[in-house]
């Protein structure tokens, strides 16, 4: 009777550690799986709302881009800092992330401020991931 005690005991030991073992398996790819989804879903969020403003600021006005003498961004004629400015700066107070226009590589229009002068960090070059 003690032995199979023991042995009853053994199988729910080994029984318990097994579907621990399986618990936190399972649960490190739900994680893994959910937080890719999560990064995909943003990525594909952020993408969207590119399109949208650069669909937004192609039929907005016609004629090509171009930096103005004055180093300011042109879509044709027209001279977009102003009137996108103010709308780059409530997207990132509503959304917390920060919206920058380039042409090239370079910054001409964004919401980002540099810490230590407290400007926008306009004609700054976009790093290699951007």
Avoid: C, P
């Avoid at 318990?16 to 893994?32: C, D, H």
């Avoid at 509503?94 to 370079?106: A, L, N």
Wanted: charge should be negative.
């Amino acid at each position: 009777m003690k032995r199979n005690r023991k042995l009853v005991a053994s199988i729910l030991l080994i029984s318990s550690i097994a579907a621990i073992i399986m618990a936190s398996v399972i649960t490190a790819i739900g994680i893994f799986y959910t937080r890719e989804a999560y990064y995909d879903s943003f990525a594909e969020e952020l993408h969207a709302a590119a399109l949208m403003i650069e669909d937004e600021i192609s039929h907005e006005w016609k004629g090509n881009w171009s930096v103005s003498e004055e180093n300011r961004l042109m879509k044709g004629s027209y001279d977009i800092y102003d009137s996108y400015l103010m709308q780059l700066d409530d997207l990132h107070e509503s959304t917390g992330i920060h919206f920058t226009i380039f042409y090239g590589d370079t910054r001409y229009l964004t919401s980002m401020v540099d810490s230590q002068t407290g400007l926008r960090m306009e004609g700054t070059k976009a790093s290699e991931e951007v």
